[in-house]
């Protein structure tokens, strides 16, 4: 009999790799840029030039669209869709599972007269009522109270969805309840993005500034991911079903010879990249990047950033065509935040920043003038994410990240901000400034001309920081890699609008309507930010105890996993921000708590059920035949008068036992039921399952450096790591 491992290995070591069919070459894939898109060029030909304009509007300045236009934009889309193969369009939404959601229908209607006739009424661009108590709502929605609506979102672009089977028209959509309340990631973006443009336009105004047109939040976010062969991935239910490698032991080589980052890319990864980037150029998705990771089998992919809207739709396409392709390829792409135990896991820098038509509102320049400005946005933001960095950290709690967070691969649990040393340097001046500023006033005075121009690059990297000022732009890189990046991006706008908003307030109360104060305003304002929020910038270490023994002196807060974090939701002023400007009402955010809680105790008790099958059923039995093998070899030795060495018999029956008594203790605690306290059980399976589960996998990885490889079951690291 063989196991199903070495059938995986005999598979791939038999993979024919794809010829393919279609033409990748840069010349082609750059001429096919967009072609899916029913964008600005699409909709400038096919709609009437009033419609066209109040389209433009909407996209560009927030302007409600009249309802009654959707007629004429749906009809030019169907005739867009239909011309590009089109027979289903679908209102594609993001519901609290963080996966995509989409249902398909035909434009197809009976004609009366035995045909069909296609069609695409407003109303069906406008909304969609897909049923609501299906997915995730916290509560807020019911199996008996089920009516939820999709919403069509003007600013991100329909796009076709091509499959060889047949092409779909896919409209994004925002996912509401018939109650009003947002059952989505989108919504709630939108809701933030709004509030982000009002407050930093309030801001722009008391520079002076009219015509800036919309101030928009971007996003530029970098997807980590492994690919292993597609065999080893079935071979695996661990792998197949949590998305993560529940047993293992470490490879004898790791990733410590630190040779595949950025190394050549293997030939299979690469044919996977282009045609996946094929793919995406045709979407409009504009992909940047794309190199090795550190660890062996990672990858990572970048576009160039987008509105935060529409970068989030389109890391969702990301996410999801990086996994179909790499199928195609004969490979599973695994998005798990760590799907190997010792080896780096996977994260997604989520890169933002806020701009206009006066351009990138974090860049330094080199104008004095925009440097004030510069540093009234990059101060308010160093605020925003002191004064909020619970709501922050909890915005990246979920089971996977915590294998990674704090874990010396990626940042700690603690927020703090980088600034690099010139920034870092001019922070503590404004600081200064506040305590002498007659003294400093030569050099500092904020808003006028003897400012100091800032280098481009404000600093070194240091990859050990949650949260980095990285040139023109903040890096969130705690964000987990199977997450969706629009929750941080939500948190991010809200809180930075809420600064805004401070910041502005204050500095016309100090002006007291004196155009003339405004830079002496600025300044007070400035140095009183510097002063109150130092305590969250740090240029050291991050992977450092020390730096955990001074962000406790500082009051920085250490919420080490998700059980630690997620409470913050619901702490009053987390709650406030949230609700002062709209982005999410008291009851959505604790409907969202009681999603997130339930989702870590579904995680959990998915590997755990997963652990004690594997342990059981594949694991268990392969060391029973190896002692029995080892056993009946020592009686056959004795038989014939020899003394039988049982070392190795000896430490089989150790582990066994070992692992037998592990399983015995995980089937304990996993006995537990949630007694109505969701927070209760989720501790419980922090607590008492994660260990039993570590216990159990202790004996099996030390099992895996004893028993014959012909028994052992699962396909092993170096295996799913190195076998390309
Ligand atoms: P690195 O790995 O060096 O951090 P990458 O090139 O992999 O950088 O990714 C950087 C990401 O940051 C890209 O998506 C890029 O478009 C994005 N980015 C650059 N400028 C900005 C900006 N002003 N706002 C938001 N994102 C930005
Ligand atoms: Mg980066």
Redesign the pocket.
């Known amino acids: 009999s063989t196991t199903g491992r070495q059938e995986a290995i005999s598979a791939v070591i038999n993979y024919k790799p794809l010829v393919n069919a279609i033409d990748l070459e840069g010349e082609t894939s750059r001429s096919l840029y967009g072609t899916n898109v029913f964008n600005d060029k699409v909709m400038r030909e096919l709609l009437s030039k009033p419609v066209y304009k109040a389209v433009q509007r909407t996209i560009e300045k927030g302007e409600t669209l009249d309802a009654s236009l959707a007629d004429a934009v749906a009809s030019a889309m169907k005739t867009w869709a239909l011309e590009k193969g089109a027979t289903h369009f679908t209102h594609v939404f993001y519901p609290l599972t963080s996966l995509t959601a989409e249902k398909h229908d035909s434009f197809f209607d009976p004609d009366g007269a035995g045909g069909t006739i296609a069609q695409f009424a407003g109303s069906a661009l406008i909304q969609g009522e897909p049923d609501a108590s299906s997915f995730p709502s916290g509560g807020i929605r019911s199996t008996f109270e089920a009516r939820g609506y999709t919403a069509w979102d003007v600013t991100s672009p329909a796009y076709i969805y091509e499959n060889p089977n047949g092409n779909t028209l896919c409209i994004p959509t925002a996912f509401l309840s018939w109650t009003g309340e947002a059952l989505d990631h989108k919504t709630p973006l939108l809701r933030s993005m709004q509030a982000l443009n009002q407050q930093a336009s309030r801001v722009l105004k008391l520079f002076g500034h009219s015509d800036f047109g919309m101030v928009t939040a ?5 997807q980590e991911y492994f690919l292993i062969d597609r065999n080893f991935y079935f071979a695996r239910p661990d792998l197949l079903n949590a998305g993560r490698t529940l047993f293992g032991a470490k490879p004898p080589k790791g990733q410590e010879f630190e040779d595949h980052y950025f190394g050549a890319i293997p030939e299979r990864v690469l044919a996977f990249m282009m045609e996946a980037e094929h793919e995406f150029y045709k979407q409009g998705i504009p992909i ?2 794309r190199h090795n990771e550190v660890a062996p089998g990672q990858f ?1 992919i ?4 987008e509105s935060a809207n529409l970068g989030h739709d389109h890391q969702h396409i990301i996410m999801l065509t990086l996994q179909r392709m790499a199928a195609k390829y004969g490979m599973a792409c695994l998005l798990h935040e760590k799907p190997f135990a010792g080896i780096n896991g996977s994260g997604k ?1 989520v ?3 806020l ?1 206009c038509k006066l351009g ?1 509102l ?2 330094p320049g080199e104008n004095p003038h925009d440097n004030a400005q510069f540093l009234v946005f990059c101060l308010a933001t160093i605020r925003a994410v002191h004064k909020y960095s619970t709501l922050l950290r909890a915005s990246v709690a979920s089971a996977g990240n915590d294998h990674r967070l704090g874990a010396n691969e990626a940042p700690p649990a603690i927020i703090s901000i980088f600034l690099g040393e010139q920034l870092e340097d001019i922070f503590n001046q404004l600081k200064e400034g506040k305590a002498s500023s007659s003294k400093t006033s030569g050099t500092l005075k904020i808003g006028v001309d003897t400012l100091p121009t800032l280098p481009r690059h404000a600093g070194d990297r240091n990859r050990t920081s949650p949260f980095a000022f ?1 040139g ?2 903040f ?1 969130f890189r705690a964000v987990g890699s199977n997450q969706s990046i629009a929750w941080p991006l939500v948190v991010m706008n809200c809180i930075v609008a809420d600064s805004l908003d401070f910041v502005a307030t204050e500095i016309e109360k100090e002006m007291g309507g004196d155009p003339e104060k405004f830079n002496d305003a600025l300044q007070t304002v400035l140095s009183g930010i510097a002063t109150e929020h130092s305590a969250v910038v740090f240029g050291g270490n991050g992977y450092s105890e020390d730096w955990h023994e001074e962000a406790a002196k500082r009051g920085l807060p250490n919420l080490r996993n998700t059980i630690d974090a997620l409470p913050a939701l619901t702490d009053p002023a987390n709650i406030a921000v949230l609700g002062k400007y709209g982005v999410l009402s008291e009851r959505e955010v604790e409907s969202r708590y009681e999603i997130w809680l339930d989702r870590y105790c579904l995680d959990i008790n998915t590997e755990s059920m997963l652990a004690l099958e594997i342990a059981k059923t594949k694991i268990l039995p392969a060391a029973l035949t190896y002692q029995s093998q080892l056993s009946s070899l020592a009686i056959n030795l004795k038989n014939i008068g020899k003394t039988p060495n049982t070392t190795l018999l000896d430490q089989v029956i150790d582990l066994t036992d070992s692992l037998e008594a592990g399983i015995a203790t995980l089937e304990e605690v996993m006995a537990h039921e949630n007694e109505g306290d969701t927070l209760a059980h989720a501790t419980h399976f922090r607590d008492h399952v994660l260990p039993a589960m570590l216990k159990v996998r202790t004996a099996a990885d030390a099992l895996e450096g004893v028993v014959a490889d012909e028994l052992w079951p699962l396909p092993t690291f170096q295996e799913m790591l190195f076998i390309k």
């Open positions: 971007s996003a530029g976010p970098e940047k990047t990572e970048a576009p160039v950033y820098h890169n933002w920043s701009g990138n974090l860049d990285t023109n732009r890096e």
